[in-house]
């Protein structure tokens, strides 16, 4: 298992610098290039969505937060399906029902996170095909794909807080992992369920996942160094 494990630290560092790429979007490159302001409201105009989409280029790679986003999102939906299998594994025997509510929770967020993705970045290759050959629908086809983003981003985000929350509950139990990280792990289920209720809301994830993924990262790597 020690393999594993050593995967599963890496994955929740590569999940840290991803959600430190979705940082720099959201609060620098976004609104500062991108005119993405007010988040109740400028993700809703589908005339800075197209901007955003359409503006990237390899002279202009500040205004490619969006790129950044949905490789981001993809990378990171793969590293969960990794952390999924090792949570699982590391509370078989001392959890084994909150082990396999962690997987299943697990695997629902790197679905959704990958889901993201795949709409951010092939799919909006796939927009941009179907917006040019029917410019009537330009608006629609711009809002069918911002509402299909949306809902499998709540979907990971949703994921993640009940992940974050059955990790940290079995790491409580079994003493396997330090304790501020496994309570700090129930932070993420606030906006994971919070989300459910107003997805704006849902995005103050962004927040709090680096410092518990850094946490989730150690203590992969303490477990995997065990004999």
Known sequence: MNSLYKAASVAAFVVFFGMLVHLMNAFWLEPTYLGF???AKDYADMAKI???FESCSMNALHLCSFTYSGFAH???GLMFF???VAVR???RVSNPILSQLAYVAGLVCGLGFLATGINDIPGSALSALLREQNPD???AIL???TTVRSIVNIIAITGLGLFAAFTGRAALLSGQFSRWGAWFGFILLVPGIGG???PVFGFTYLSFVPIWAIWLGLQFKSLAARP
């Open 74 to 76: 993809m990378l990171n």
């Open 82 to 84: 990794l952390l999924a």
């Open 50 to 52: 197209q901007n955003a």
């Open 196 to 198: 459910l209720i107003n």
């Open 89 to 91: 594994e590391a509370f």
């Open 143 to 145: 809002l069918m794909t």
């Open 137 to 139: 629908f330009n608006v």
């Open 37 to 39: 302001v007010d988040p």
